[in-house]
């Protein structure tokens, strides 16, 4: 099969590809000119140069492929920017799948996030429950709206559609939120911890890499969606499993919640003037995420798509090491 891979130089991209190699599919990635292309160069892929946001570049990539897997996206809590979020995260989206359908791509993989269900009351909720009205950062509501646009492709125009939504992904090599949320841990840069009692359902980015192309290989599946999580775990359960795998005492105060989300707002405001991230990554929408976390049964991709998850525990062990 002839896959075009979008984002395969990001992290969960890079761990695509990598599992991509492993099998007999022929590759194309569309990269950007400022990527790194280290990992697509070395499992062999075919570069096409542009971007999700040029609709020509993406005409050109689709062209004489039998599937896409669509994981381009911007996923930061904050950026200087704002308006970038639903430039990349939505139209770019909508740019991938458009062509997609006029290429006459045969499946199209389109990954997510279980953040786009927002906070259902539903507890954990499943692929079947129904996502609430609001979610908690501007990444997420972006990222729903472009799920929506795919799913109306899907009813409306027949786009060959499988959508997974990953869950909180840590693992090697995380330049992303949780990997710096690990790396400020590990490196005593916390002063305290914060929504000890909030869970989130965690996974491996090696088992999402390997639900992705299951998914993808999977017969009779057009119109499925797959959770990919592997443990609901609290903050002071993550958090135990980061100072076990690294020797790393804990920080022993533990800011409430409200001051936490006072810190961010405060923090958040000053980024958004100055144009830098905010200290410790405590944006707003990050602090919000992390308060109101979110608890999934990813259960059906093991009884479907035969995936063993990997515990979080060992997990960050490899991410630790690889820092």
Same mark, same amino acid.
């Given at each position: 099969?002839?896959?075009?891979? !979008?984002?395969?130089?990001?992290?969960?991209?890079?761990?695509?590809?990598?599992?991509? &190699?492993? #099998?007999?599919?022929?590759?194309?990635?569309?990269?950007?000119?400022?990527?790194?292309?280290?990992?697509?160069?070395?499992?062999?892929?075919?570069?096409i140069? *542009?971007?999700?946001?040029?609709?020509a570049?993406?005409?050109?990539?689709?062209? *004489? +492929?039998?599937?896409?897997?669509?994981?381009?996206?911007i996923?930061?809590?904050?950026?200087?920017?704002?308006?970038?979020?639903?430039?990349?995260?939505?139209?770019?989206?909508?740019n991938?799948?458009?062509?997609?359908?006029?290429a006459?791509?045969?499946?199209?993989?389109?990954?997510? !996030?279980?953040?786009?269900?927002?906070?259902?009351?539903? &507890?954990p909720? #499943?692929?079947?429950?129904?996502?609430?009205?609001?979610?908690?950062?501007?990444? =997420?509501?972006?990222?729903?709206q472009g799920?929506?646009?795919a799913?109306?492709?899907?009813?409306?125009?027949?786009?060959?559609?499988? +959508?997974?939504?990953?869950?909180?992904?840590?693992?090697?090599?995380?330049?992303?939120?949780?990997?710096?949320?690990?790396?400020?841990?590990?490196?005593?840069?916390m002063?305290a911890?914060?929504?000890?009692?909030?869970?989130?359902?965690?996974?491996?980015?090696?088992?999402?890499?390997? $639900?992705?192309?299951?998914?993808?290989?999977?017969?009779?599946?057009?119109?499925?969606k797959?959770?990919?999580?592997?443990?609901?775990?609290?903050?002071?359960?993550?958090?135990?499993?980061?100072s076990?795998?690294?020797?790393?005492?804990?920080?022993?105060?533990?800011?409430? %919640?409200?001051?936490?989300?006072?810190?961010? %707002?405060?923090?958040?405001?000053?980024?958004d003037i =100055?144009?830098?991230?905010?200290?410790?990554? +405590?944006?707003?929408?990050?602090?919000?995420?992390?308060?109101?976390?979110?608890?999934?049964?990813?259960? &059906? $991709?093991t009884?479907?798509? *035969?995936?063993?998850?990997?515990?979080?525990?060992?997990s960050?062990?490899? !991410?630790?090491?690889?820092?």
């Amino acid at each position: 099969m002839k896959v075009l891979l !979008t984002g395969g130089t990001g992290f969960i991209g890079k761990h695509v590809l990598l599992r991509l &190699k492993k #099998t007999e599919h022929s590759i194309r990635c569309l990269v950007r000119k400022t990527s790194d292309t280290t990992i697509p160069e070395k499992v062999g892929a075919e570069l096409i140069t *542009g971007d999700v946001t040029d609709r020509a570049s993406v005409k050109q990539a689709v062209s *004489g +492929m039998d599937a896409v897997i669509h994981l381009a996206n911007i996923y930061e809590f904050w950026i200087p920017h704002k308006r970038d979020f639903h430039a990349v995260n939505v139209e770019g989206t909508r740019n991938v799948l458009e062509e997609s359908l006029d290429a006459k791509i045969s499946k199209v993989i389109h990954v997510c !996030t279980l953040g786009a269900y927002g906070v259902p009351d539903e &507890k954990p909720f #499943t692929e079947e429950s129904s996502p609430a009205e609001k979610r908690t950062s501007l990444y =997420f509501e972006t990222k729903y709206q472009g799920s929506k646009l795919a799913w109306n492709l899907h009813t409306e125009k027949d786009l060959p559609l499988v +959508m997974v939504y990953p869950s909180a992904v840590t693992g090697p090599g995380d330049n992303k939120p949780s990997g710096r949320y690990v790396y400020n841990m590990v490196k005593g840069k916390m002063p305290a911890q914060v929504f000890l009692n909030s869970v989130l359902t965690w996974v491996d980015v090696r088992d999402v890499a390997e $639900v992705i192309v299951r998914a993808l290989e999977k017969e009779g599946n057009i119109g499925e969606k797959y959770f990919a999580g592997a443990e609901m775990l609290s903050f002071a359960e993550f958090n135990k499993h980061i100072s076990n795998a690294s020797g790393v005492s804990l920080p022993r105060i533990k800011m409430p %919640a409200w001051m936490a989300m006072m810190n961010g %707002a405060f923090l958040t405001f000053l980024a958004d003037i =100055f144009k830098f991230r905010p200290m410790l990554g +405590m944006s707003s929408d990050q602090m919000r995420t992390m308060k109101n976390g979110f608890s999934a049964d990813c259960s &059906k $991709v093991t009884r479907e798509l *035969g995936i063993q998850y990997m515990t979080i525990s060992k997990s960050l062990e490899d !991410t630790i090491a690889a820092m």
